[in-house]
């Protein structure tokens, strides 16, 4: 085939620790997912030169430089906040490399609606033991950990959740950023009040039941990409290929990775329930490994800890849509 249909080797995007209590775990971060799409290229048609995105002033038409763009955030109609890059980069989060638990909740309480993104989560070090220990504590409590994690400068909201033999650490939306339910046009939870019969029901709950089925993810093809790649390959075959020149990239510089100490366990758990699971002064050490991309991190500490949010669904391990307003930034 002309597009390479197998999957890269997994890459570590960056190490740190898993911590609750006074406990530490060292582990790698892994994408959970990979992307088979099919991504279009802008070229001029003229010279078959790559096309990229220019600096255009929107009113001008002209391109502008560099140094003469400044970044706003609209508040009001035309109306801007303009921020410095001083400014911006002050209110990033600081960056640490832990995965900090602040609380546990109970595996089927987080609405699918809020979970955005999957990584795996693997032990590195020596920190396969304690690694296990939280995964079976987990799985057998009926619970999932709600932690707070820092990624290329973003704050997320995530949950640390067992699957199998591993851990996956799903990002997840912020609550302003999942829209209500009440501005949409939606039917009466009342069967009576939305006209359905009993009738209606059953025969609906048997359609339901003919058509199940387990779960396979392998019965569901990209009918678009692999009808793309057909045509790619059919005009490879033909010779109706351009040759394009790609301009050099710039190599990108690898950060420095991090460890983390273990110390007995047992003397760890006993301290932590002694404390009722206070948070860690201990800080990470460093890893000679420069293999990671991102730099993850925790939060400041908090004052004081917040309630989990108790919210009632299905499974904490799909993703689902995005939401509300936010304030539009300057072109």
């Known amino acids: ?35 088979h799409g099919i991504d279009f290229d802008w070229l001029d048609k003229r010279t078959m030169d790559p096309v990229g995105y220019k600096r255009i002033n929107k009113k001008t038409g002209k391109e502008i430089e560099r140094e003469q763009i400044v970044k706003g955030v609209e508040y009001e109609d035309g109306e801007y906040v303009v921020l410095s890059d001083k400014e911006i980069a002050a209110a990033y989060p600081k960056t640490t490399q832990t995965i900090e638990i602040e609380t546990f909740v109970p595996a089927n309480g987080i609405p699918f609606v809020y979970l955005e993104r999957p990584y795996y989560v693997a032990p590195i070090n020596r920190g396969a033991k304690v690694y296990a220990l939280l995964r079976e504590t987990l799985q057998r409590s009926a619970r999932v950990g709600v932690a707070r994690v820092v990624i290329q400068t973003k704050q997320h909201l995530a949950v640390l959740v067992p699957v199998g033999p591993g851990l996956v650490l799903n990002l997840l939306r912020w609550g302003a950023d999942i829209r209500p339910w009440t ?19 059953k025969m609906a709950q048997q359609l339901v039941e003919d058509m199940s089925a387990d779960w396979d993810p392998n ?3 990209d009918e678009f990409k692999d009808e793309i790649l057909r045509l790619i390959d059919k005009k490879v075959k033909a010779g109706q290929t351009e040759t394009v020149t790609q ?3 710039e190599e990108g510089q690898a950060s420095a990775g991090r460890g983390a100490k273990i110390i007995d366990l047992t003397e760890l758990l006993q301290r932590s329930l002694r404390k009722g699971g206070a948070k860690p002064k201990a800080a990470a050490d460093e890893d000679d490994d420069d293999e990671e991309e991102e730099a993850p991190a925790r939060k400041p500490a908090a004052k004081k ?3 989990a949010a108790k919210a009632a669904v ?17 072109a």
Request: aromatic share 4%; no cysteine.
């Open 305 to 307: 800890r917040k309630p």
């Open 183 to 201: 501005d949409l046009p939606l039917p009466s939870e009342d069967v009576k009040k939305a006209g359905l019969s009993e009738r209606e029901l």
């Open 1 to 35: 085939m002309p597009v390479s249909q197998k999957s890269p080797a997994p890459r570590v995007l960056w190490k740190g620790a898993i911590s609750f209590g006074l406990v530490h775990i060292p582990v790698a971060l892994y994408s959970a997912t990979t992307d």
């Open 314 to 330: 299905k499974s904490a391990t799909k993703t689902a849509p995005k939401a509300p307003t936010r304030p539009r930034r300057a």
């Open 247 to 249: 301009p050099e990239p």
């Open 219 to 221: 019965e569901f093809k």
